[in-house]
């Protein structure tokens, strides 16, 4: 029945914003971030690695993006040392 559908949206509605705040929230998306951020640049340390040292060895950004199957802005931000 579409009321009762109304009636439970009402209901998880009034619930959300007795048990969220923004601040909450954010501070809790900000946490979860942090997590999947910390696993991925564990995950590309030897990729940043392989990075430096192809690029001392005279490789292009390009040619190092392909080899490793990263996009081009990566390695640029691995050699000028942005964490991404």
Do not use: C
């Not at 909450?24 to 951020?37: P, T």
């Not at 192809?54 to 931000?77: C, D, F, N, W, Y």
């Amino acid at each position: 029945d579409p009321r009762e559908v109304g009636y439970i949206a009402k209901s998880v509605a009034k619930w959300t914003w007795r048990n969220f705040s923004e601040a909450k929230f954010r501070a809790w998306q900000a946490q979860s971030g942090r997590k999947g951020g910390l696993a991925k640049g564990m995950a590309n340390e030897d990729k940043r690695a392989s990075a430096r040292l192809m690029a001392a060895k005279g490789m292009s950004q390009r040619a190092i993006a392909v080899e490793l199957g990263v996009p081009r802005t990566t390695v640029q931000h691995w050699l000028d040392g942005v964490d991404e």
